[in-house]
Nanobody, 124 residues
Framework: VQLQASGGGLVQAGGSLRLSCAAS????????MSWFRQAPGNEREFVAS????????LYGDSVQGRFAISRDNAKNTVYLQMNSLKAEDTAVYYC??????????????????WGQGTQVTVSS
């Protein structure tokens, strides 16, 4: 199983980026798909998740209202639209696939597969 994340880059504060994560050798329809991020010296932080059915979405407090997660099961892909970016959003962003119970969605332990990460840098 491979998760290929893309779409990161350098953007000015206030700008937008769209991350994509495509899964291969895995049908993601039955899995929760999520994004986490990790800045240097920090622990991996939950960003957003979307449940198997696509109906339940969760967001980290720091990105609520600015980021939007979506999925296309036919393409085995999850997206993260990031708007109104801030310097503190700078991190490596990782996609993850798993079947965590709802209450454990924000924790890393419930995920089976992780992407390689894509760097997002926001200049102030």
């Amino acid at each position: 199983v491979q998760l290929q994340a893309s779409g990161g880059g350098l953007v000015q504060a206030g700008g937008s980026l769209r991350l994509s994560c495509a899964a291969s050798e895995l049908t993601v329809r039955g899995y929760t798909m999520s994004w986490f991020r990790q800045a240097p010296g920090n622990e991996r932080e939950f960003v957003a998740s979307i449940r198997q059915s696509g109906g339940t979405q969760l967001y980290g407090d720091s990105v609520q209202g600015r980021f939007a997660i979506s999925r296309d099961n036919a393409k085995n892909t999850v997206y993260l639209q990031m708007n109104s970016l801030k310097a503190e959003d700078t991190a490596v962003y990782y996609c993850a696939v798993g079947r965590p119970i709802l209450s454990a969605t924000r924790q890393t332990g419930g995920y089976y597969h992780w992407g390689q990460g894509t760097q997002v840098t926001v200049s102030s």
